[in-house]
């Protein structure tokens, strides 16, 4: 639910291969180096399906010592699919006036 503490491992369980990899990267990086992330990844639910998701991370400081990571995650799903069918739309109008006959 919204608002509820993620514990990472949990979190992490989403994810699958190359996502699951980069966000590992990230999360290391803002433990280990102080270094904020926003990416856009995909999980997997647990019924299976697929979302595209947006995590921003930022490291939390106690004195110089990075003590837990704040972030949010955003569905961007629909945004992800509609990105893809305008990508797929201007392709389809640039192949039809490359190929279309001079007049």
């Given at each position: 639910?919204?608002?509820m503490p993620v514990n990472a491992e949990l979190g992490l369980e989403f994810y699958r291969d190359?996502?699951?990899q980069m966000i590992e990267k990230a999360i290391g990086g803002a433990i280990d180096e102080g270094i904020p992330y926003d990416l856009q990844l995909q999980l997997t639910l647990p019924s299976g399906h697929t979302k595209w998701v947006r995590t921003v991370g930022y490291p939390v400081y106690e004195g110089k010592r990075v003590v837990s990571l704040h972030g949010?995650?955003?569905d961007v799903t629909e945004v992800r699919h509609s990105q893809a069918q305008l990508a797929e739309s201007e392709r389809t109008l640039r192949l039809f006036i490359e190929h279309a006959p001079a007049a």
């Open positions: 639910p919204p608002g190359r996502d699951r949010t995650f955003q």
